[in-house]
């Protein structure tokens, strides 16, 4: 980023997101646009398996442990001023098993995928924007999660749900968010290759990406 470039960061689940918002939270103020078919907004005592990846926002907005949500006494990574929940789709699942809702204990602005279909996916994700083009900010970083993706032509990840957005409509997003000028970089996660043995779903997957960020 100091050099003019635009990051792309690839891992194995959403808790990459933690190390990527420490490293621009040390470079100055930045928001973050979350592209999630989950809210990943677990408290720790919620998640039945203790990850992180369903945590990911919760900690980088400070809340959870000390130890990953206040690292370098850095509490929040980033306010929820800054923060747009973009397309889960997970609220039923999330709400039996006892995670805390992000829109009655936040003030992070969310659209669901309900939500984003009725505005449609440009019109939404340019809603979201305003509150991040903001001159106190830097930038935004882009997280995205390949589960945001139909189930029905992404279903190489470890979580599935049924729906989702199509290329089409992830084109459109990531069109909508670089024509901003202030995206900054962007984490890129859950895509399971072990999933896809003869790589289609990766190569359906990039060519949207490309799509939206050439």
Do not use: K
């Not at 621009?24 to 809210?39: M, Q, W």
């Not at 203790?50 to 306010?79: C, K, Q």
């Not at 809702?101 to 659209?111: G, K, L, W």
């Not at 993706?149 to 190489?156: E, N, Q, V």
């Amino acid at each position: 980023m100091r050099a003019g470039q635009f990051p792309i960061v690839l891992g194995g689940d959403c808790s990459i997101l933690i190390g990527g918002m420490l490293g621009l939270r040390r470079l100055g103020r930045y928001g973050l646009f979350f592209v999630d078919g989950h809210a990943d907004f677990y408290q720790p005592e919620a998640e039945l398996h203790g990850e992180v990846a369903s945590m990911e926002l919760a900690i980088v907005s400070g809340r959870g442990p000390d130890l990953l949500a206040d690292i370098e006494g850095r509490r929040p990574l980033v306010p929820d001023a800054d923060i747009v929940a973009f397309g889960p789709r997970d609220a039923a699942a999330a709400a039996l098993e006892g995670s805390q809702d992000i829109s009655e204990v936040s003030a992070i602005q969310f659209y669901d995928l309900a939500g984003v279909r009725a505005l449609g996916v440009a019109e939404a994700a340019t809603w979201g924007l305003r509150g991040l083009l903001r001159d106190d900010l830097a930038g935004f970083w882009i997280h995205l999660d390949a589960n945001v993706l139909d189930d029905a032509i992404m279903p190489a990840v470890d979580y599935r749900l049924p729906d989702g957005l199509s290329p089409a409509e992830l084109s459109a997003l990531l069109r909508t968010l670089l024509a901003s000028g202030r995206a900054v970089g962007m984490t890129i996660t859950i895509f399971n290759p072990a999933l896809d043995p003869d790589g289609a779903i990766a190569r359906r997957f990039v060519a949207s990406l490309l799509a939206g960020l050439a």
